[in-house]
């Protein structure tokens, strides 16, 4: 069995040093760190989770991290709860009559930013990761040290507990609605960033759905960040060229609000002129004009259930590793040219 004294052999450190890497800790030089890191990952060196126990006391916090993918907010990350809001909420609900307090932190993908997702762990009883913000090789290390569970992460990987929403089939339902109940064939795709799992499962999804509909392409694919000044710098991609596509189908809500307004700023008439939708459902999505058509995410569900999933690996730090997978549900409103309620 690999011990932390082979680790430190191989990585050509002291054990102290590897300790800290383990931690955490930020005294340790960043290149130094993924050296070590490198050699456990190589190694399979997982520690003792009964030594861990003898230094570790119980300090009654969930450390929750999660990604910052745009500086410059603007009305709608401004005014109104997001996908990360409500995974907040969700989560500090599910911990309400524990002893348990929630800790956050939230930055841009990095090396700084991982940094203090390590610090803020040693801090914490257990972890809570929106999206995963860390490699597979740094969160196997880190679920090596204590309870993580992610949240909207790759279905596929083994490390930790993972919930996420379903994608393929929100995705699948909504482009078919374009496709089959509008007859549109020209459709965009405004896609979300390449490291985001929830990104890149709806952009296979809308790919699959488009090539099995006779007639229907793909006209272009745009990428974004999630933010709503992405989506305003997509709608201007598309308003300098020659024909607008049918339908622009956004990877997220933020994303489609920005591609909307900047089309109406354009004199563009959405629906008539071309159909605008989105992905998850926040507040915003409801009450611009028109209602933008979308697919409703269970926030509370992922968030909650997540959190509960943490307690009880806390208590059991031996389960197994399980992926559930949320249901989504499409929510059709007027931006996809559906008659409004009522007409």
Known sequence: MTTIYDVARVAGVSTATVSRVLRGSELVHADTRQRVLGVIA????????????????????????????????LDVERSSLLFIDHLVHAAEHALRGTDYSLLLTFGSRGEHFEQRVRAIAGKADGLLIAEELLDRADLRTLAAQLPVVVIAGSPDQPVTDVYLSDNTSGMTALTGHLTGQHGYRRLCFVAGPKDAPD?????????????????????????????EDSGIAAARILLGRTALPQAVVCANDQMAIGVLRELQRSGIRVPADVAVTGFDDVYPSRVIDPALTTVSQPFNDLGGRAAVRLLARIDDPALAPVTEVLPTQLVIRASCGCPPPGD
């Open 42 to 73: 190589e190694l399979g060196y997982v520690p003792d989770a009964s030594a861990r126990g003898l230094t570790r006391r119980r300090k009654d916090i969930i450390a929750l991290a999660g990604l910052v993918r745009s500086t410059d907010e």
């Open 199 to 227: 990104a890149q499962a709806r952009y296979s999804a809308f790919e699959q759905a488009v090539a099995g509909s006779p007639g229907s392409s793909i006209d272009q694919v745009i990428h974004g960040d999630f933010a």
